[in-house]
Nanobody, 122 residues
Framework: QVQLVESGGGLVQAGGSLRLSCAAS????????MGWFRQAPGKEREFVAR??????????YYADSVKGRFTISRDNAKNTVYLQMNSLKPEDTAVYYC?????????????WGQGTQVTVSS
């Protein structure tokens, strides 16, 4: 069993930045690739970013809509995954969810956090 708790959401103006955190507990954090999804009102939950690792190598993957603006990272010592969001746009407004394992398909996610609201004003 894995528990995921997100934090860091809020209201920001377009062009601003936010950093989301996802604290994981339960099964060994380092066993999972981790990811972020988001869901806007009236829309399906969509993939945002994932991070995986093998030995000393870290691999990241992003949705085209956030590539170059968002950065996913992890701190295994703190069992925490981060999503640094820069140059935010109104279309980034959504509830952001931490996910394990970090797949790109929402239906393949086994564990979800409770979500954190991000609102970007124009």
């Amino acid at each position: 069993q894995v528990q995921l708790v997100e934090s860091g959401g809020g209201l920001v103006q377009a062009g601003g930045s936010l950093r989301l955190s996802c604290a994981a507990s339960g099964r060994t954090f380092s066993s999972y690739a981790m990811g972020w999804f988001r869901q806007a009102p009236g829309k399906e939950r969509e993939f945002v970013a994932r991070i995986s690792w093998s030995g000393s190598f870290t691999y990241t993957y992003y949705a085209d809509s956030v590539k170059g603006r968002f950065t996913i990272s992890r701190d295994n010592a703190k069992n925490t995954v981060y999503l640094q969001m820069n140059s935010l746009k109104p279309e980034d407004t959504a509830v952001y969810y931490c996910a394990a394992p970090g797949t790109v398909v929402a239906g393949d996610v086994a564990y979800w956090g409770q979500g954190t609201q991000v609102t970007v004003s124009s």
